[in-house]
C-alpha cells in the first residue's frame, strides 16, 4: 500500500471517530497512541482539566530541538440539523472525493501526516519531524495550549510550524484574530405602564448592539491597510441574544453573544473598549436614578490572529515545498496564532478548500491529499540534511 492509499485509509479511520466538539476525542486519541506504538514513535498525551479529552504530540527522527511540527486538530463541527445523504462519520468515496464530517477539517491533513509516517522513519532524518494534534478548535483553539508550553521544557523546541487546515495547499501567513464576548445588562423590572420608573435590559441591549453596528462602520472606514483581506477589515458579529420575560413587563435581564474578529495588529479588546466608553454614558445618564442596574461585558475566547513574517523559517520552508511563489491570507482562524505568540515561526497550509468545512456532505480532493503526500515528502528530504 502506497502513501495516497494509506492515507485515504488512515482518513477513513479518523472520520469513523464521532469527535464533534461538545464530545470527547479520547477514543480517537486511543487509536492514534496505538499506532504510533506499532510504530515505535515516541509520544506524549496531554489531557485537558476534566480528563475526557487529550492532545498528542509524536516525534519522527532525533529527539532534538530544531526540526518542522505538523499541527493539526481532532475535533469537528456538529452534524445536528444538517442534511446529510449519508453516515456522516463513515467516510464515502465517490469519484475523485472522500465525503465525511472532518475529512477536510482537518482530518484528511492528519490522516496525511500519519500515514506518512513509514516513510518519515525511512528517510533517516537529521532534524525530527513532530506531530501535533489537539482538540477544541473549533470552539476555544485552546488544545495546544498545553504541549505548546512544553516546548523547550520536556518537548523538542521545532524551527517552525505548518498548520494543516485547509488552503488548497496554499501557504497562509496571515488570518485574523476572534475574540468573543457575552455582554448582560440589568435592568429595572416594572409594569410597562410605567415604563418611565423603570429601565427595560432589552432596550438597552438594543442600543449597546447599534453601538457595535456603529463600530463596524468605522471598522470599515479604517480598513485592510495590506489590502489582503476579505473582507478587508475587522469584523463585529452579534449572534445571539436574549431577554424579558412578558410583554408587559419591562425587561429585568437581556444578554447578547457577540465577537470581534481582528486583523493582526488589532487589538483584540478594540472593539470591546469602544463599547465600554459608549456603555459609561449609559451608566451615568440611564442608571444615574438606578443603582442596581448595569452592563457587565465578559471576554470568553481569544485566539490570537497570525501576523505575516516575511522570510521566516516557516514561510520560507513552506513556500519551497508547495511550490509556490507567494503566500496568501485567510479569513478563518487558528491556532497559528498560538505558536506564533509563543515564539515559532508558522504558516497555514494544508489540503482541500475552507468552503467545504462545517458543510453537510463535507468532502475533500483525493488529488489534495496526493499533493499533501508530495509536500510531505519534500519535507522528509529536507529534513535528512
Not at 14 to 33: C, G, H, M, W, Y
Not at 67 to 90: A, I, K, N, Y
Not at 149 to 178: C, F, Q, W, Y
Not at 205 to 210: E, K, N, S, Y
Amino acid at each position: 500500500m502506497d502513501a495516497l492509499d494509506r492515507a485515504i485509509d488512515m482518513t477513513a479511520r479518523l472520520v469513523a471517530f464521532d469527535t464533534e466538539s461538545s464530545k470527547s476525542n479520547l477514543p480517537l486519541i486511543d487509536f492514534v497512541e496505538a499506532y504510533l506504538r506499532e510504530q515505535g514513535v515516541p509520544f506524549a498525551r496531554a489531557p485537558n482539566a476534566v480528563g475526557d479529552k487529550a492532545a498528542i504530540f509524536a516525534t519522527i527522527g532525533p529527539m532534538a530541538p530544531g526540526g518542522v511540527l505538523l499541527s493539526g486538530h481532532t475535533d469537528v463541527v456538529p452534524v445536528e440539523g444538517q442534511e446529510w445523504s449519508f453516515d456522516p462519520f463513515t467516510l464515502r468515496r465517490d469519484g475523485g472525493r472522500l465525503y465525511g464530517r472532518g475529512a477536510v477539517d482537518m482530518k484528511g491533513f492528519g490522516a496525511v501526516a500519519l500515514a506518512m509516517i513509514p516513510e518519515f522513519k525511512k528517510a533517516a532524518l537529521a532534524r525530527p519531524i513532530h506531530i501535533l494534534l489537539s482538540y477544541d478548535e473549533e470552539t476555544t483553539c485552546l488544545g495546544p495550549l498545553d504541549m505548546i508550553a512544553r516546548l523547550g521544557v520536556d518537548l523538542p523546541h521545532p524551527n517552525a510550524v505548518i498548520v494543516g487546515e485547509p488552503t488548497s495547499m496554499e501557504v497562509a501567513d496571515a488570518h485574523k484574530s476572534v475574540t468573543t464576548f457575552t455582554t448582560h445588562v440589568r435592568g429595572f423590572e416594572i409594569h410597562s405602564a410605567n415604563l418611565h420608573r423603570g429601565v427595560s435590559a432589552v432596550h438597552i441591549a438594543c442600543r449597546l448592539v447599534t453601538e457595535l453596528e456603529r463600530i463596524s462602520k468605522e471598522l470599515r472606514v479604517e480598513g485592510d491597510p495590506s489590502g489582503r483581506f476579505d473582507p478587508p477589515y475587522s469584523t463585529i458579529h452579534v449572534g445571539f441574544i436574549k431577554g424579558g420575560t412578558a410583554r408587559n413587563i419591562v425587561a429585568k435581564d437581556c444578554e447578547f453573544h457577540w465577537e470581534f474578529r481582528g486583523l493582526p495588529g488589532a487589538a483584540p479588546t478594540l472593539a470591546r473598549d469602544r463599547l465600554e466608553a459608549y456603555a459609561d454614558g449609559l451608566r451615568k445618564t440611564v442608571f444615574a436614578n438606578f443603582p442596581q442596574c448595569g452592563i457587565d461585558t465578559d471576554t470568553l475566547v481569544k485566539v490570537p490572529g497570525l501576523a505575516p513574517q516575511p522570510g521566516s523559517a516557516a514561510e520560507t520552508l513552506a513556500l519551497r515545498l508547495a511550490r509556490r511563489n507567494n503566500t496568501i491570507a485567510v479569513p478563518y482562524a487558528t491556532e497559528a496564532g498560538h505558536f506564533q505568540k509563543a515564539g515559532v515561526p508558522t504558516v497555514v497550509c494544508g489540503p482541500g478548500r475552507i468552503d467545504q468545512a462545517h458543510q453537510p456532505d463535507e468532502y475533500v480532493d483525493i488529488s489534495e491529499l496526493a499533493a499533501c503526500v508530495d509536500f510531505m515528502r519534500a519535507l522528509a528530504r529536507e529534513l535528512e540534511t
